[in-house]
């Protein structure tokens, strides 16, 4: 098993990695003789200037027919405000905007990581144009914890995600989101404030952030980060969160460790997809991290996060008692 490829680790004397998803862009020759593509989901946004100096349009959802090749027309400007979540069969879902030209040239479906939205920016009295990337609007971000399942599939075709053993995929399209890291002492705070929601829902107390255990959360994510994988004990056997704990002078007798590995994203989203696994994903591990973190016993809690060595996850431990 790889460093990445365990989902969950947790102790109550409990761990959890998010993989990410590739999303497969496929040949010329595959184009021609792959299956109709089929809509998943579809976004609204507010429409936006966009260019792109590569890829293909095509000319209708199902990606069988390609339109004009974007590397004769790099500087041209489109306007997109829809895109939609295409599953091509045998190929990971992925998402394409749908892209206008002003003269209707360009009319057609674009794959969204090709796209770069132009943003104007005023310098010394000049208005000057320059692309950069927006980050893509979360089209899941109201849906419950409990409702969402691996990117790519759908819900009513997934058993994994309706028995618990959907947890070793993040729910978002990883190859567009990762390009949007988190700010980590964000995930620290939503993490708490979502953690508390879920707890809440179910009439458990709320926990509080406690400073001794930030710093030991922290450590702990910088242990995971120091050897690349997901341990709780240290080479004499003894439970390392234990130690940091006795360390600070808090002295307990219970108390609960979960550790993962979350696929780099928005801070929101990174939070939601951990908790994801954690609470809703865990049969895994016998719902250990669940029955952890909504431990009606625990009133404090600490919430560690390092960006890993490889730079694609977010090394997070999180420490209650």
């Known amino acids: 098993m790889s460093n990445k490829a ?66 004769k027309y790099k500087n041209k400007v489109m306007t997109t405000k829809k895109a939609y979540l295409i599953k091509v069969p045998g190929k990971p879902a992925v998402w394409y905007d749908r892209v206008s030209s002003k003269n209707k040239k360009l009319n057609g479906y674009v794959y969204n990581n090709y796209l770069k939205v132009i943003k104007k920016s005023s310098t010394n009295g000049k208005t000057s144009t320059k692309t950069t990337n927006k980050v893509p609007v979360d089209p899941d971000a109201n849906v419950p914890l409990k409702d969402l399942y691996s990117y790519g599939t759908n819900s009513k075709t997934n058993p994994g995600q309706k028995t618990g053993h959907d947890g070793d995929q993040s729910y978002f399209d ?21 953690l508390n929601q879920e707890r809440q829902m179910r ?12 710093q030991i959360a922290d450590k702990r994510a910088e242990d995971t980060k120091a050897i690349n994988y997901l341990e709780h004990r240290d080479g004499n056997g003894n439970l390392i969160a234990g130690n940091y704990l006795k360390e600070a002078g808090i002295n307990v007798s219970n108390y609960a460790e979960c550790l993962c590995f979350e696929t780099e994203a928005p801070a929101r989203m990174a939070v939601r997809d951990s908790l994801r696994g954690y609470i809703y994903q865990d049969a895994d591990h016998n719902w250990g991290h669940r029955d952890s973190l909504l431990n009606p016993a625990f009133a404090h809690i600490g919430v560690g996060a390092v960006k890993s060595s490889d730079g694609n996850f977010i090394d997070n431990a999180v420490v209650l008692y």
């Open 6 to 71: 365990q989902k969950l680790l947790c102790i109550a004397f409990s761990a959890l990695v998010g993989l990410s998803i590739t999303a497969a862009i496929p040949t010329t020759s595959q184009a021609a003789k792959r299956k109709p593509g089929k809509v998943v989901r579809t976004m609204k946004y507010k429409t936006m200037k966009v260019k792109a100096k590569k890829g293909y349009v095509y000319t209708s959802t199902k990606l069988t027919k390609r339109g004009v090749h974007l590397t």
């Open 174 to 194: 990883s190859d567009l989101f990762s390009k949007y890291p988190a700010n980590l002492e964000d995930y620290k705070t939503i993490f708490v404030e979502l």
């Open 203 to 214: 009439g458990i107390s709320p926990v509080s952030a406690d400073s001794a255990l930030m």
